[in-house]
């Protein structure tokens, strides 16, 4: 074990990050290994939750889990150039970092001095809390791209994507740990597999599993059983917010009054009129459009962001830059988008296709309570469906004999 091997003590940045020449071998190395041509970042992306998608929920199988408020990664299973096993998590920035401390171990079933390579899996980094306050860094695994070189699994549908990981990945490792439990401390992080329900258990999620939960949770999120994986945004995986809570993520431009000196800064020699940084700026929203000609297009938002005196007065006493910075905004009860909070992790605002979405989401919203009210139906339509598939098959099995 590495000599002074310890968890993670910050999720958001969790090593060493690949700069230069190796970022991109990195980059092109997972292209590679996922048959793709682009080098952006290939995870899939949910669709936010509207009101015709109680429908969707009906007519096909989802499965539903809790939505972490953490940082969503990809966990990347390599060998280095020594042969040596070797792990990245690549954030949605495409940037990857090396968990150099190297206290992470996969093994194979067969071989538990051996390890995965070339295996890309999907989730998200949390902070637990535990009940004796310490915290516990965490990496919730909701799906699966590539196993051992092969990525013939991104066709394949969820549930089997899920059965490769627990078979090949998860089963050796908690054997590992069931062996050898005093290691456990050491790790990274703790790996798990996040909790599916059919999509009908909604109930159980509200009453049961977020009360429970050791980290913070904000929604629900609902992918279908049967869809292969698909990189970029994803129709069929949809993130269910409490419509008040649903936000957008900005870029922020803040326009600073000029003003004319009053008569002691005249007296001070101040004679040309001059920016006021101190007063509340124009704060303005922009959404991103795509990239044009190689730069990224940005138009103005209908809306501005409002600030209070109160709030301005905070974020300059932090002295931080403030000009360009990605921030997630929400509605408050008067209809005015609010700072949420700041998205350093992400490079760009939302697309305005993404905008559109949550903006339909809000309109269009979708509460707790119609979320319990449709799960009777939604659990008919499921067992209707089971009936049906297994009438098919007992009938294609009568015409074979």
């Not at 590495?2 to 292209?31: C, F, S, T």
């Not at 990245?88 to 401390?101: E, G, M, P």
């Not at 013939?152 to 627990?166: A, E, H, I, Q, V």
């Amino acid at each position: 074990m590495d000599q002074g091997a310890h968890p993670l003590r910050d999720i958001a940045n969790p090593g060493v990050k690949a700069q230069g020449d190796l970022l991109r071998e990195l980059r092109a190395e997972v292209a590679e290994l996922l048959g793709r041509n682009s080098y952006n970042f290939p995870g899939a992306q949910p669709v936010s939750f509207s009101r015709r998608h109680i429908d969707e929920l009906r007519r096909e199988d989802y499965y539903v889990c809790e939505k972490s408020d953490g940082i969503r990664y990809l966990l990347y299973l390599t060998a280095d150039e020594n042969g040596n096993e070797c792990h990245y998590l690549v954030d949605r920035k495409n940037d990857y970092w090396w968990l150099s401390q190297r206290n992470l171990h996969f093994p194979l079933a067969h071989d538990r001095a051996a390890f995965h390579t070339g295996t890309l899996i999907d989730g998200e980094l949390v902070m637990d809390i535990l009940p004796n306050g310490e915290k516990e860094p965490r990496f919730l695994v909701f799906d699966l791209l590539a196993l051992d070189g092969k990525a013939d699994l991104l066709s394949k549908p969820l549930d089997k994507r899920l059965g490769y990981f627990k078979e090949h990945v998860m089963k050796p490792y908690k054997a590992l740990f069931a062996a050898f439990p005093e290691e456990l401390q050491y790790q990274a992080f703790k790996v798990e597999m996040k909790e599916m329900q059919f999509s009908y258990g909604i109930e159980m999620m509200f009453r049961e599993v977020l009360p429970s939960l050791k980290h913070q949770s904000d929604g629900l999120i609902f992918t279908c059983r049967t869809s292969p994986y698909q990189f970029g945004t994803d129709p069929h995986i949809l993130k269910w917010k409490a419509p008040h809570e649903n936000t957008v993520d900005f870029r922020l431009k803040l326009n600073f009054p000029l003003v004319e000196p009053n008569e002691a800064e005249r007296a001070a020699g101040q004679a040309e009129p001059f920016v006021d940084y101190d007063s509340v700026p124009d704060a303005r929203l922009l959404v991103f459009t795509g990239v044009e000609r190689g730069k990224p297009g940005y138009e103005e938002f209908e809306s501005p962001l409002y600030l209070t005196e109160e709030e301005w007065e905070t974020l300059k006493s932090w002295g931080d830059p403030l000009q360009d910075r990605i921030v997630e905004c929400c509605l408050d009860e008067e209809k005015r988008w609010r700072l949420y909070r700041f998205r350093d992790d992400k490079t760009e605002a939302n697309h305005i296709s993404t905008v559109n979405s949550v903006l339909t989401s809000i309109k269009d919203g979708v509460s707790e309570a119609e979320l319990l009210q449709a799960a009777k139906s939604i659990k008919d339509s499921w067992k209707l469906r089971q009936q049906q598939q297994q009438q098919q098959q007992q009938q294609q099995q009568h015409r074979e004999h």
